[in-house]
């Protein structure tokens, strides 16, 4: 597809064998819980950076774009659009396909997700998203949507996904998220999705660097995360359990030897 430009002017051992072994597969398959952040609690309003939404347990912060930021200010980030209201969209090319409440991001914001819970981190699994153009544009592959995630390492991962292409009447269409084994693997303690669009040297750009000027703009729905507890509560409930198990087989062995 052929990249397109919006114009713009610019343990210790305490149980033996046994124990260690529960405590290594414990760590390789920590329990996850599985959330989907649809938006649907939240009331359909707009939101400035710096705000705050909550649903399913998350947090989502919304983030100034870097322009904007640079500046201190402070502007409409997030929208909590309802689909089945034909005057949501009355000044923004909304995108087609989006099924109740859905989050748009406006003007080169960002939104970020994290867990105020006690937890090791969030695994991600999938998403819906959109590109936002900032008025009807014609066909065209404006940009990618940016994700960069910190792991429970301290690392920064990221990952860069083409958006959907648009229908019939020109109207960029919701897709599903194809996120590669390596990005769903890792552990995040928070992850930034942002968008940008190509710009003159054919590089997708949302920077103070090089500022996208309000074009980055995308819509979310549908997040699937997996709660990742902290390790010391599945090491405590493995421990319980192989406490548990050891009563047992020394209760049998005690009743044998009568």
């Known amino acids: ?12 051992r305490l149980l033996g064998a046994t124990m260690s072994g529960l405590v290594a597969a414990l760590f390789c398959a920590a329990p996850a819980f599985a959330d989907v ?40 980030t997030g929208t909590i659009i309802d689909s089945t209201n034909p005057f949501s969209c009355d000044i923004i090319a909304c995108p087609a396909g989006g099924t109740g409440n859905y989050l748009m991001v406006t003007n080169d914001g960002a939104v970020q ?28 592959n404006y940009g990618q949507l940016h994700l960069a995630g910190v792991n429970w390492q301290g690392q920064t991962i990221t990952a860069n996904i083409d958006f959907s292409g648009q229908n019939d009447n020109g109207m960029f269409l919701f897709g ?8 769903r693997a890792n552990v995040f303690s928070s992850l930034t999705i942002s968008a940008c669009i190509w710009d003159a040297n054919d590089e997708c750009s949302n920077s103070l660097a090089s500022p996208a000027f309000n074009q980055a703009q995308f819509a979310l729905d549908n997040v699937a ?19 548990l198990g050891l009563s047992r087989r020394r209760k049998a062995a005690v009743s044998t030897s009568i």
């Open 1 to 12: 597809m052929n990249r397109t430009r919006i114009h713009t002017t610019h343990l210790p």
């Open 37 to 76: 952040v649809n938006f649907e609690s939240l009331a359909p309003q707009a939101q400035t950076s710096g705000v705050t939404l909550s649903e399913a347990g998350y947090s989502m912060l919304l983030v100034e774009g870097p322009l904007g930021a640079e500046y201190g200010a402070v502007s409409g």
């Open 113 to 140: 997700f994290s867990h105020p819970g006690q937890l090791s981190g969030f695994t991600v699994t999938g998403f819906d998203f959109a590109f936002v153009p900032p008025a009807p544009v014609a066909p065209g």
């Open 176 to 183: 599903a998220a194809s996120l590669d084994a390596a990005f």
């Open 225 to 243: 995360l997996n709660a990742v507890p902290e390790p010391t509560s599945f090491l405590l409930a493995g421990l319980g359990l192989a406490a």
